[in-house]
């Protein structure tokens, strides 16, 4: 089927409870009988970094009414997964369904997402990810990502080495020295896409440690499109593993990850680690956005 003006797509902003901050992402709760093409076309007229599209979940899968496959698009490629649109449909779905558990089945694996309401009444999304990964980066990898970033090495913060980080997506991590250096984004889009498409990156993500507990985050994102994600959970999901993976933290922590302040788009993300399971959970609320 081709993209229609007849698709309903909700528009929700993740990490927030205010409309003007956090992550926009397009939702599509009957995405039954929608091709690939159809799902890039309705996702590049949305035009967030990310746009979920949900159908029937396989066979015997999850609890019925509260299990769903679920395919992420960028306005410019199909992405493995995505932690804000993640967090948005829970949230979306809740609102029709009631919170509680769901299940997602996705790409990369399966996810779950368990929606609660706090005392406020705002309701709250967790996302449990696939299992992490941390792997080194090369060389002339980490000197091409800095060449295109105008990063020089000496920007770099000795604590936190550059890695890949994956739960779910790939993504280069690499940490500023100062919240100057973060705060002061310029960068050659094409060359960092060129390099990030052959290295099967989905973002980079970009840190100041704050704290042990606090970080601030940006997340250039020129393979979707976008120059720069306002709140990215995929990455949050990644970097929780990474800091674990390196003994940076606890086997139990939380962590708090604030992005989106350097756009204008102010969102925060915790970042939960268990001690007994490797899978890190992501948490945010999340809002509709206005007509």
């Not at 309705?42 to 967030?48: F, L, P, Q, S, T």
């Not at 509260?66 to 992420?72: D, G, H, L, N, Q």
């Amino acid at each position: 089927m081709t993209a229609s003006t007849g698709t309903d797509v909700l528009r929700y902003a993740a990490f927030t409870t205010d409309p003007a901050g956090g992550n926009p992402a397009g939702i599509v709760l009957d995405a039954q009988g929608l091709d690939k093409a159809a799902m890039l076309a309705i996702a590049d007229k949305v035009g967030y970094s990310e746009t979920a599209f949900l159908t029937a979940p396989p066979p015997g899968f999850g609890t019925p009414g509260r299990a769903f496959t679920v395919r992420y698009f960028s306005p410019k490629a199909e992405v493995s997964f995505c932690g804000h649109a993640t967090i948005a449909t829970a949230v979306a779905l809740a609102e029709r369904i009631g919170p509680g558990e769901l299940v997602f089945a996705t790409s990369v694996g399966t996810v779950p997402v368990e929606v609660t309401r706090d005392e406020g009444g705002q309701l709250r999304a967790t996302l449990t990810s696939v299992e992490p990964a941390v792997a080194p980066v090369t060389d002339g990898d980490l000197a091409e990502a800095l060449a295109a970033l105008n990063w020089a090495a000496t920007d770099l913060d000795p604590v936190l080495p550059p890695r890949i980080a994956y739960a779910g997506a790939h993504h280069l991590v690499l940490a500023a020295k100062t919240r100057s250096r973060l705060a002061d984004l310029h960068y050659d889009f094409d060359r960092l896409a060129a390099l990030m498409r052959a290295r099967d990156w989905t973002t980079v993500q970009l840190v100041w440690r704050e704290s042990a507990q606090v970080y601030h985050v940006r997340n250039p994102f020129p393979v979707g499109g976008i120059v720069e994600d306002p709140a990215t959970g995929a990455s949050a999901a990644a970097f929780g593993g990474y800091l674990r993976e390196l003994g940076l933290v606890g086997s139990t922590a939380e962590l708090t990850l604030h992005q989106g302040d350097d756009l204008g788009r102010p969102g925060v993300l915790g970042v939960e680690l268990r001690a007994g399971d490797s899978r890190v959970r992501v948490t945010g609320a999340a809002v509709a956005l206005p007509d």
